[in-house]
């Protein structure tokens, strides 16, 4: 059978600011997906990641199928109005319509999905990410994916060997999605060069060059693409599979433990580490720093096993111990240099303004001018 895996997430409302959120909320729309899902889902998962909600969904319905993606943004109404009630902070903030249109891509929230042919063990790993954009992927699944220093499937396993295939989408490009397909190994400096520029060129998708078959699939969509104005990171979510043809699960793993800067955090304006964490972390120190969580699950005909934290383990808490250290020293340097995004990627316009306003007020010296005012100087 083919297995569509969906991935849906969204920030609907948050306790005490961006922290997470309620009980309550989180319970209306699983409850909403749960039993509007009977007839859709073979299966589905809840959780939180600072302060969204991600709802997994296993069905055979395919890739961006509407009434998939109508059953999450109506969960999500149903958590907005619970959020609205609660007087919870940003309620609804991530829907950016007033009504459902046949996909939730342009509408706000996160997503991505999968469809494959179910292998006899069929494992993958959920991430989500909350206070930084699709970006964040890019140095893990290339590591993960195409360097033998992590991947060592890529020496030992002659199927991966042949390498796999990253689209890579360029996410300023607003006319429609502009998408680049490159092969590893022979185009690795490629797709490196692109990578490189984690708010441009963000990985879409992998491929197995093996057989073609799926292996990896981000939420690429940005929102200031979508709103006409930038409205916020995307605090995206990923879907990898493991094993067999693909790298196996400590290898796609690996490259978590670097804590890599990324952009986002506070006011979504900032560099922080990536800081893995346990499921259904909560946000904390200056608004970050960017947390990632990652659920691991065996599926089988649709159906999922309980998830395993894979980041609830005695090494990731010296990965987090180094992330908040890193947290820690960049911030010390506030605003200055790459502490903060530059203009073009800043979710608060009050920058912007300010350098509007004090364009207006340079001046061009002349020549002779100039070099007056050097004359004087030396004499002083």
Known sequence: MKTTLSVIKADVGSIGGHIKPSARLKTTVENHVRENGKKL???????????????????????????????????????????????????????????????????????????????????????????????????????????????????????????????????????????????????????????????????????????????????????????????????????VRTQGNFPATGEVLSPYRIAHYVAGTMRGSHHGPLMPVKLNSTISFFDGPPIVSCAAFSVSHGRFTEPVDAFDHPFWDWVRNNAAQKAAEIRNQGFSGPAMLPYSELEYGGVVEKMNKLDKRFIVRKDKEAAGNGRKRKAA
């Open 41 to 239: 889902l073979i299966d589905c998962y809840v959780s939180t990641t600072g302060d969204d909600i991600a709802i997994l969904m296993s069905h055979e319905r395919g890739v961006n199928d509407p009434k998939i993606h109508e059953l999450a943004w109506d969960s999500f109404m149903a958590g907005t109005k619970v959020a609205k009630e609660q007087g919870l902070y940003g309620a609804g903030q991530d829907l950016l319509k007033d009504a459902f249109s046949g996909n939730v891509r342009g509408l706000g929230p996160a997503s991505c999905e999968m469809e494959f042919e179910e292998r006899p063990n069929e494992p993958f790993l959920f991430f989500a990410a909350d206070k930084t954009d699709p970006g964040a992927y890019n140095l893990p699944l290339y590591l993960g994916f195409l360097d033998p220093m992590h991947c060592a499937g890529l020496l030992l396993s002659p199927k991966m060997s042949q390498g796999f295939t990253f689209t890579i989408m360029d996410v300023n490009h607003t006319e429609g999605d502009r998408v680049i397909e490159l092969n590893a190994p022979e185009e690795l400096y490629d797709i490196a060069c692109l990578l490189r520029d984690n708010e441009r060129f963000v990985v879409e998708s992998v491929r197995s060059r093996a057989n073609n078959d799926i292996a990896a699939v981000v939420s690429t969509s940005r929102l200031h693409n979508i709103a006409g104005t930038y409205t916020g990171k995307d605090d995206p979510v990923a879907l």
